[in-house]
């Protein structure tokens, strides 16, 4: 596996240059902590290209196997995360190939053609600010609710299961991006989609999270 990918400027240097360095050096604990942090997302997304869990864990697994062989010869153009989750891509879509069961381009670009979020709640064409919320279409801040981190518990076990249900795209879009911090154009790169696409794909995962997270405080 080479270092291909977005290459890293000194403006965007890796956040994860430190546990670079840990493993450059041989230590267990840096590679057994980083597996703990990613592997989470890492089956969240390759769950999106193979047919079942099984096979998204052994994505996973063949990844890891892929970072330990593939560690000498990093060479750094892309930062660590972004350079982990192009080999998990990679390996979840050549064991989805072996399955015959990937699902085809179109149908993982499927993401729910119609609104994610009720259009009443955006102002119209005629308003000085189309496409922004009316005022009583924001949404309510729950975090400063009284039953604090109980709440906050709460929230996180909803969003993992809304998380796990969004359309396979606009998961590992999410993922990406608002879990593992991956930038716009990190995320393009590691996909192959365009800019706008990854765009659409980021805003209906992030509605539809919202409008799960609403419709749970309002019930």
């Known amino acids: 596996m080479t270092g291909r990918g977005p290459v890293v400027s000194e403006a965007t240097a890796d956040p994860d240059a430190d546990v670079l360095a ?3 050096q041989g230590d267990d604990d840096a590679f057994t ?4 942090r990613w592997s989470p997302a890492m089956l969240r997304i390759a769950r999106a290209y193979v047919s079942n869990t099984q096979s998204a864990e052994d994505a996973v697994q063949d990844a890891w196997l892929g970072v330990i062989r593939g560690l000498s010869a990093f060479q750094g153009r892309s930062t660590l995360r ?6 998990l891509v990679n390996r979840a879509r050549t064991r989805g190939s072996r399955e015959a069961r990937t699902l085809p381009t179109s149908a993982l670009a499927r993401n729910g053609s119609g609104p994610t979020v009720d259009q009443e709640r955006f102002r119209g064409p005629p308003d000085r600010y189309p496409d922004h919320w009316t005022p009583t279409g924001v949404p309510t801040h729950w975090e400063g609710q009284p039953e604090g981190r109980a709440l906050a518990r709460e929230a996180m076990h909803l969003l993992e299961a809304a998380l796990s249900g969004l359309p ?5 879009v999410v993922t990406l991006r608002d879990v593992q911090g991956l930038t716009s154009d990190e995320a393009c790169e590691l996909l192959g989609i365009s800019v706008q696409n990854q765009r659409v794909l980021l805003h209906r995962g992030r509605a539809a ?5 609403e419709d749970y405080y309002r019930s």
Request: aromatic share 8%.
């Open 22 to 24: 840990r493993l450059r």
């Open 33 to 36: 902590d980083l597996v703990d």
């Open 82 to 87: 972004t350079w982990v989750f192009t080999i």
């Open 168 to 172: 396979p795209r606009q998961r590992v």
């Open 209 to 213: 999270l919202r409008q799960a997270l």
